[in-house]
Nanobody, 127 residues
Framework: QVMLVESGGGLVQAGGSLNLSCAVS????????MGWFRQAPGKEREFVASVSWSESSTYYADSVKGRFTISKDTLEETLYLQMNSLKPEDTAVYYC????????????????????WGQGTQVTVSS
């Protein structure tokens, strides 16, 4: 059974930082690309960042480029999203995402590519 469990969300002031974690079980973590998506109130879920299965490539939405960093810890089987210089518009529920197939290539930035989702963690940035 595949499980994705996020943690690390919370309330932070604008300009602050948070580090989200996503613990993965039920899959061989090292052979999967993974990503983060988010959904703000009243909006559709959108791509935030992804990392290739080999960790050689990372992809970011333009809105977070230069502020967020995605990484994988293969030993801990955990995906991270370090978020710096947070803005009120970053307020959303953040989801980690896992595709069905291993060794996928590309940005993994479409919901159709995702098979498994975490339960989400709330990030609130106050102005």
């Amino acid at each position: 059974q595949v499980m994705l469990v996020e943690s690390g969300g919370g309330l932070v002031q604008a300009g602050g930082s948070l580090n989200l974690s996503c613990a993965v079980s039920g899959r061989t973590f090292s052979v999967y690309a993974m990503g983060w998506f988010r959904q703000a109130p009243g909006k559709e879920r959108e791509f935030v960042a992804s990392v290739s299965w080999s960790e050689s490539s990372t992809y970011y939405a333009d809105s977070v480029k230069g502020r967020f960093t995605i990484s994988k810890d293969t030993l801990e089987e955990t995906l991270y999203l370090q978020m710096n210089s947070l803005k009120p518009e970053d307020t959303a529920v953040y989801y980690c995402a896992l595709p069905e197939a291993a060794f996928t290539t590309g940005a993994l930035n479409l919901e159709e590519e995702i098979k498994y989702w975490g339960q989400g963690t709330q990030v609130t940035v106050s102005s």
